[in-house]
């Protein structure tokens, strides 16, 4: 008989043992020598099976022959388990592929079995984040992951994240808020379902900007990341500026600092220290980012405070201005120079972070390949990118009417209710990593974000507002200007040591919950 049949025949040997021991190790059925099953299972997949099988795919099967035990008795694993089983389907798939007709019947059922299995290789169900394309590993087979085009490869790809996490399903509520709009339902029903598909939405354009920054390397990946890592909240404040309602972007632009320095880090400490009890992680990381925030509060102080406060008919005394006109075009004048100085940083920022102290800031991985091709990820990236900014458009144009319906202030509107929708992924991703004691990742995601709307989202509305000659400038609300400044610092303050608890966590949460309290009562 062909030595492929051979091979097949012993693969499927060793998916029975290995379902056997997975349906051990979930306690189905009892296996009093699980390391025996074990053991069995490796020698079919071991020599003289793969006698004929050359180096490279030998490397490629992840036959553990070769490595050195670190024990005398070794204990069953799940992953080790889920990978014999794909190194058997790929003798059953050589096998059939070129003699199917020599199959038995139960080879050719082993070859279900072995789809199967495939699927419990899934990161989003293993890992129970319920996020995440699935890259693939890079392989002799498999360089590079998929080209210029593959449509089956995008379309299993694509199926993959839509299926990978439960937020998904408040996906329907995309086409159902064009919708609403259309056919002119009340308004509070067009804001919660443009508000809710905004959530999926931003979940979708994270990963498949990170699918392109895998493929393209550190340094264009670290650019697309920090270009796409906020879209949502640009193209949330590009339509409420095309609107006027510029309180609503000052107060969206302010909340989403404030969500990820006091609520994100909060939740990340509470929860990873409730699990963990007690966390540590790198402070330059911090430190550079809480410097970074504090500039950018200075950056909105100052325009803040000239237009109330500015010297009139040259005087050497401060006294609330009385030329309204001396005193706006003081502030565009301010607002824009501050805008150009944090652009300029924020360039430096990627700069440090890409280049200089690349090593410093790397966090880990192995070698991934995309998961689309470039056509399928840039195509899917456009059109989610258009939906955004339908459902942006209509939730803006909706919020008027809202805030006099249901009697809450724009300003809470913008502070509290809106960067929930824009900042969701990244929230449900920091807390998830953090309770796996991650802390350094955790960090990196909400300070990354706050740094993100502060030193780029900001004065690149006020650029555009500049161009599009609109009076949108930087001397936001005095008072939410106040909060935010002290959020940094207290954010600095409870994370300054690189030690975290559960404690500290719930003081974010609760200075977070002051903010938003206040602002609900406010009329």
Not at 18 to 28: C, E, N, V
Not at 147 to 158: Q, V
Not at 256 to 278: D, E, P, R, T, Y
Request: with cysteine; net charge negative.
């Amino acid at each position: 008989m062909a030595p492929q049949i051979q091979r097949a025949r012993a693969a499927l040997r060793a998916i029975h043992r290995m379902d056997a021991l997975m349906r051990a190790s979930r306690g189905d059925v009892e296996d009093p020598r699980p390391s025996d099953a074990m053991d069995d299972a490796q020698a079919d997949l071991d020599t003289p099976l793969l006698e004929s099988v050359t180096p490279e795919e030998a490397v490629a099967a992840d036959v553990r022959t070769a490595r050195p035990s670190t024990s005398t008795t070794r204990k069953p694993s799940f992953r080790a388990a889920v990978q014999d089983i794909q190194v058997a389907r790929q003798h059953l798939n050589r096998a059939g592929s070129t003699s199917l007709a020599e199959l038995t019947d139960e080879e050719k059922r082993a070859k279900v079995l072995g789809m199967f299995s495939s699927i419990s290789n899934s990161s989003a169900w293993r890992t129970g984040t319920g996020t995440g394309l699935m890259k693939e590993q890079i392989t002799d087979d498999h360089q590079g992951g998929p080209g210029w085009f593959s449509f089956k490869t995008d379309a299993s790809a694509i199926y993959s994240l839509v299926m990978s996490s439960w937020l998904n399903i408040l996906l329907v509520t995309a086409p159902l808020g064009i919708l609403a709009h259309f056919l002119h339902w009340s308004p509070v029903a067009v804001f919660l379902l443009n508000f809710a598909a905004l959530i999926p939405l931003a979940l979708l354009l994270g990963e498949v900007t990170e699918d392109l920054a895998v493929r393209f390397g550190s340094t264009i990946g670290g650019l697309l990341n920090a270009t796409f890592g906020n879209v949502v909240e640009l193209i949330l404040s590009i339509a409420a500026l095309t609107k006027g309602l510029y309180v609503v972007i000052a107060a969206s632009l302010i909340g989403s600092i404030l969500s990820n320095l006091l609520l994100v880090l909060g939740c990340c400490f509470l929860l990873g220290g409730a699990k963990h009890k007690h966390q540590t992680f790198n402070t330059m990381l911090n430190k550079a980012c809480c410097s970074l925030l504090l500039l950018a509060c200075i950056g909105l102080v100052i325009p803040t405070a000239a237009k109330r406060f500015f010297p009139v008919h040259g005087g050497n005394d401060i006294v609330p201005a009385v030329n309204p006109e001396m005193t706006e075009h003081a502030v565009a004048n301010m607002s824009h120079a501050t805008a150009l100085i944090l652009g300029f940083v924020y360039c430096c920022y990627l700069f440090f972070q890409l280049k200089t102290h690349a090593d410093e800031l790397a966090e880990g991985g192995g070698d991934e390949a995309p998961a689309l091709s470039l056509f399928g990820a840039l195509a899917m990236l456009t059109c989610i990118t258009l939906v955004v900014a339908t459902n942006s458009e209509f939730l803006t144009g909706a919020i008027e009417a809202v805030s006099k319906s249901s009697g809450l202030n724009e300003t809470f509107l913008g502070l509290i209710v809106l960067p929930i929708a824009g900042n969701a992924c990244e929230h449900i991703t920091a807390v998830f990593v953090a309770m796996k004691d991650k802390m350094d990742l955790a960090i990196g995601v909400a300070l990354g974000s706050s740094i993100q709307i502060a030193i780029f989202v900001i004065p690149f509305m006020v650029i555009v507002a500049w161009i599009l000659g609109l009076p949108f400038y930087l001397d936001f609300e005095p008072f939410a200007t106040m909060v935010l400044t002290l959020a940094v610092i207290h954010a600095f303050f409870v994370s300054s040591d690189g030690n975290s608890n559960w404690l500290l966590g719930v003081l974010l949460v609760a200075t977070y919950t002051l903010v938003a309290l206040l602002y609900l009562f406010l009329k």
